[in-house]
């Protein structure tokens, strides 16, 4: 049996598997549900689930819950510098539940980015599928939306309470002597370089 110092630690302790896992595992349950609305169902056909909630199959030139409907393009040049955004904060993530926050947020940026980019009426002008609908009074949104909407409200939780994302599990991560050294090597020889 391994001793702590050697022992591995589980993919699912990892941020950065973590988050790609999520993020992943978000893309496809957002493909999913978007490919089979889009071959079971006609364009405006609605089916009725439960109390107010059904089904609606539409398609959304705006942002989440459509919103900004004339600015696909943007949207689109908007959602691009989000996922590499995360992609660079997400490499330094030591934060188990910003990592699950991160990746909720990639895997919708990512699902909605794909209908821009792949869907009619054109790259980076094409519409979202959306087709979850609450009642006549709430727009209709879709996976992805729901992922980003989560992702909102765990990230401003982990934020109230002053969780930071490059903590590990409470602890504030500490500088060895080792790390310092190698750090002010590396910004030495870059100066140096630059010069």
Known sequence: ???????????????RILLAVVAVAVFLIDLAAKTTVVRHMD???????????????????GAAFSMATGYTWVLTLIAVGVVVWIVRMGSKL????????????????????????????????GH??????????FPVFNTADCAISVAAVLLVALTLFGRDPYEGFGEKRTRTPEKATAEQTRTTGSEATDA
Do not use: C
């Open 1 to 15: 049996m391994d001793s702590p110092a050697t022992a591995r630690p589980s993919w699912y302790r990892n941020p």
């Open 94 to 125: 030591t934060s188990l539940p910003w990592a699950l926050g991160l990746g909720l947020v990639l895997g919708g940026a990512l699902g909605n980015l794909a209908d821009r980019i792949f869907r009619a009426p054109g790259v980076f002008r």
């Open 43 to 61: 364009y405006g056909e609605k089916i009725h689930v439960l109390g107010p909630f059904s089904l609606l199959f539409v398609k959304n030139p």
């Open 128 to 137: 979202v599928i959306d087709f979850f609908s609450v009642g006549d009074w």
